[in-house]
């Protein structure tokens, strides 16, 4: 793996956790008044797995660019990634839009499958390891879509 490839993969993955981090407000009235499934994590949960999978994306994108003869295509799913993934927390939090963030949450599941097929293709293990992200992205539209139809 090439540092300064990682080096790159991690600041654009820091600079998403920074930005979707900004956005969330789970001590506003508006959230602790949703209807929640009794499925749902507890608050403190998020934090820890996120962070492994921030770390995961940035390590396995790192592994993939560093390995793809031709990045033009990865980059641009990588990006698109990103920024779904940071955008989810502005829709459902800071636009108070539970069926919007549902329908975000299913685009940005749909890129992590497409982001770990790319990176497979360059590198299998590192492609496998980003199979949690999409699991939890996965889990993430579920739990969004459980409170759109709850609080529509």
Known sequence: ????VLVGTGIAVAATAV????????????FRRLRKPSWQPPPQVFGPVWSTL?????????????????RSGYVPALARN????????????RAQ??????????????????????????????????????????FATALSTAIARRNS
Do not use: K, Q
């Open 19 to 30: 930005v979707g981090a900004a956005g969330v407000d789970s001590e506003s009235t508006w």
């Open 97 to 138: 839009r539970p069926g919007w963030a549902a329908v975000e949450a299913a685009a940005l599941t749909a890129s992590s499958v497409d982001l770990l097929a790319r990176t497979a293709r360059a590198d299998r293990r590192a492609g496998a390891a980003l199979a949690p992200y999409v699991a939890w992205c996965a």
């Open 1 to 4: 793996m090439r540092w300064r």
């Open 82 to 93: 990103l920024v779904l993934n940071a955008g989810w927390t502005w829709v459902f939090w």
């Open 54 to 70: 921030y770390t995961d994306i940035a390590l396995s994108s790192a592994a993939a660019l560093s390995r793809l003869p031709e």
